[in-house]
């Protein structure tokens, strides 16, 4: 597949610095009113079934699973991230299933004509790193690398790669979201230190300041905003794993919590509208799923199994349009 240009546009003028707003606008979210949840399966441990398989797609309208038998071309990969921009979902990097090579291909799928194309590789190879969207512009963060630090940034603009500045502290398996012109990065692992820190990079400044830390250390976790809060969801953490944590729109953490009903760990969480829906590994049970829906509001949740022959192991979640 030869790279394709998308000349995506940005801004370069526009003042981000005063009318900040929470909103749902991240690269885990989507405020339409027909959409579907396109799970991704990825494994840490790869297993031919999984890794590179065809995609689920969950149906909100009509509460239905389907199978899009459409799996990522090329070699098989797993632990990449994910992101959507322009109703396409995007694949960054990841760890070859073959020989475990970090890589820094990146490929799209567009589901109006059901196929993938190969976009311009990244500068840099990575592997659990996360990735983010401001308008349309696409950003690489952070994750384990053999050819730069864990904190660095570059994103996407007219078919090229750029570096941004890097964040304040390396991190990878660590989750992402966007608030505004704002994109959060909290938790994740340094070295054999797992984080509870929490910083924002602003388009207004260039710059990543560091807000108030998580009440506990999480990894393989998501963040995801609905109305004025970012939530801070589950994790690999035995204490925290079936906690929520909340963060205000005025950088502090609440000392409510909401709860998970099973105990779920690397998960993966987007929000639309008043919803959250979380894919995550029951715990205890080995490579078991479960997917469920989530109102903050009111504490409602609803949990199910995965589809039959839709196998968990460290799923990626993405929204489109339907």
């Given at each position: 597949?030869?790279?394709i240009?998308?000349?995506?546009?940005?801004?370069?003028d526009k003042?981000y610095?005063?009318?900040?707003?929470w909103?749902?606008?991240?690269a885990?979210?989507?405020?339409?009113?027909?959409?579907?949840i396109y799970?991704?399966g990825?494994?840490?441990?790869?297993?031919?079934?999984?890794?590179?398989?065809p995609m689920h797609?969950?149906?909100?309208g009509?509460?239905?699973?389907?199978v899009?038998?459409?799996?990522?071309?090329g070699?098989k990969?797993?632990?990449?991230?994910?992101?959507?921009?322009a109703?396409?979902?995007?694949?960054?990097g990841?760890?070859?299933?073959?020989?475990?090579?970090?890589l820094n291909?990146?490929?799209?799928y567009?589901?109006l004509?059901?196929?993938?194309t190969?976009e311009t590789s990244?500068q840099h190879h990575?592997v659990?790193?996360?990735?983010?969207?401001?308008?349309?512009?696409?950003y690489a963060?952070?994750?384990?690398?053999h050819?730069?630090?864990?904190?660095t940034v570059?994103?996407?603009?007219?078919g090229?790669?750029?570096p941004r500045?890097s964040?304040r502290?390396s991190?990878h398996?660590?989750?992402?979201c966007?608030?505004?012109d704002?994109i959060?990065a909290a938790?994740?692992?340094?070295?054999?230190q797992?984080?509870?820190s929490?910083?924002y990079?602003?388009?207004?400044?260039?710059d990543?300041?560091e807000?108030?830390?998580m009440?506990?250390p999480r990894s393989h976790?998501?963040?995801?905003v609905?109305?004025?809060?970012?939530y801070?969801?589950a994790?690999?953490?035995d204490?925290?794993?079936?906690s929520?944590?909340i963060l205000?729109?005025?950088n502090?953490?609440s000392d409510?919590?909401l709860h998970?009903?099973p105990?779920?760990?690397?998960t993966?969480?987007?929000?639309?509208?008043?919803?959250m829906?979380?894919v995550g590994?029951?715990f205890?049970?080995?490579?078991?799923?479960r997917?469920g829906?989530?109102r903050?509001e009111?504490s409602?949740c609803?949990f199910?199994?995965?589809p039959?022959?839709?196998r968990?192991?460290r799923?990626?979640?993405?929204?489109?349009?339907?």
């Open positions: 597949m030869a790279p240009r998308r000349h995506l546009n940005i801004s370069k003042d610095s005063t009318g900040r707003k909103r749902a606008q991240s885990h979210g989507c405020n339409c009113d027909s959409y579907g799970m991704i990825s494994s840490f441990h790869p297993h031919e079934e999984v890794v590179n398989g797609c969950y149906d909100v009509d509460g239905k699973w389907k899009v038998n459409n799996p990522i071309p070699e990969r797993f632990n990449f991230a994910v992101t959507t921009v109703n396409t979902i995007w694949i960054l990841g760890r070859s299933a073959s020989d475990e090579r970090i291909s990146v490929v799209v567009d589901p004509y059901g196929h993938w190969a990244m990575r659990q790193l996360d990735a983010a969207v401001i308008g349309n512009r696409v963060i952070g994750g384990e690398s050819t730069t630090a864990g904190n570059e994103f996407y603009i007219n090229t790669w750029l500045s964040m502290n991190r398996s660590f989750a992402t966007v608030v505004a704002r959060y938790g994740g692992i340094c070295g054999s797992k984080l509870s929490v910083e990079y602003s388009e207004g400044s260039g990543w300041t807000v108030m830390d009440p506990a976790f998501q963040l995801a609905v109305g004025d809060r970012m801070a969801v994790g690999d953490e204490s925290t794993v079936k929520i944590d205000y729109s005025d502090q953490w409510d919590l998970l009903p105990y779920l760990r690397y993966a969480c987007v929000a639309s509208q008043e919803n829906y979380v590994w029951c205890g049970h080995h490579d078991e799923g997917f829906r989530l903050p009111n409602a609803a199910a199994s995965l039959q022959g839709a968990f192991s799923a990626r979640l993405a929204v489109l349009k339907m």
